[in-house]
């Protein structure tokens, strides 16, 4: 069992940056992939990031590439999203969660962990 926690989100202007961390516990942090989803009201869960389990792949969802950056830090069990430039778009629930699957995995029935969500909100 794995338990996450998402940290970071809230309300930033349009262009502005925010950073979202997620604390893993549980079982080894090291052998999981990690990913970021998100959410918008009456909208389906969507892929962001995925980091490998060393970090030495990452893969972005094309409306992301450039502007966020996935990371992954084994010794604190942490992964985290760095935000640049958001946009009005990019309002959602962010979860982060944990999947066995080798690689950078996209698809949400990859994942076998999740976290609550933390909501981030970009205003015009």
């Known amino acids: 069992q794995v338990q996450l926690v998402e940290s970071g989100g809230g309300l930033v202007q349009a262009g502005g940056s925010l950073r979202l961390s997620c604390a893993a516990s549980?079982?080894?942090?090291?052998?999981?992939?990690m990913g970021w989803f998100r959410q918008a009201p009456g909208k389906e869960r969507e892929f962001v990031a995925a980091i490998s389990w060393s970090g030495d792949s990452t893969y972005y969802a094309d409306s992301v590439k450039g502007r966020f950056t996935i990371s992954r830090d084994n010794a604190k069990n942490t992964v985290y999203l760095q935000m640049y430039n958001l946009k009005p778009e990019d309002t959602a629930v962010y979860y982060c969660?944990?999947?066995?699957?080798?690689?950078?995995?996209?698809?949400?029935?990859?994942?076998?962990?999740w976290g609550q969500g933390t909501q981030v909100t970009v205003s015009p």
């Open positions: 549980g079982r080894t942090f090291s052998g999981y992939a």
């Open positions: 969660a944990a999947s066995s699957v080798v690689g950078t995995p996209f698809r949400p029935n990859q994942y076998n962990y």
